[in-house]
């Protein structure tokens, strides 16, 4: 992967901070503030991820008044490659 260089200014104490913690753990100060943006993305993914779940619960009787009941709480059975191959019989998992 390219690497970009980046000029970032910060205060004093911030840039003893950053190089204390890489020194714990052994790593440059720029591997460092790479696995800070890195860990930064995951967990705004994950709140994304968790947002999207509660909205869908709090409309949940919206979705299911607009797209019609029958929707509601369908479950899917779901073949593993295993099941495929031994003739198709669902082993009993299922996605909502």
């Given at each position: 992967?390219?690497?970009?260089?980046?000029?970032?200014r910060?205060?004093?104490?911030t840039?003893?901070?950053?190089?204390?913690?890489?020194?714990?753990r052994?790593?440059?100060v720029?591997?460092?503030?790479?696995?800070?943006v890195?860990?930064?993305?995951?967990?705004?993914g994950r709140?994304?991820v968790?947002a999207?779940?509660?909205?869908m619960?709090?409309?949940e009787?919206?979705?299911a008044e607009e797209?019609?009941?029958?929707?509601?709480?369908?479950r899917?059975?779901?073949?593993?490659d295993?099941?495929a191959?031994?003739?198709?019989?669902a082993?009993?998992?299922?996605?909502?």
């Amino acid at each position: 992967m390219a690497k970009t260089q980046l000029n970032v200014r910060v205060d004093e104490a911030t840039a003893e901070t950053a190089k204390n913690r890489a020194s714990q753990r052994g790593i440059s100060v720029n591997r460092y503030i790479e696995e800070l943006v890195r860990a930064d993305q995951g967990e705004n993914g994950r709140t994304f991820v968790e947002a999207a779940a509660d909205f869908m619960k709090q409309y949940e009787a919206v979705f299911a008044e607009e797209f019609g009941h029958e929707r509601e709480g369908r479950r899917l059975n779901v073949l593993s490659d295993d099941d495929a191959s031994n003739g198709g019989s669902a082993s009993g998992r299922t996605l909502a």
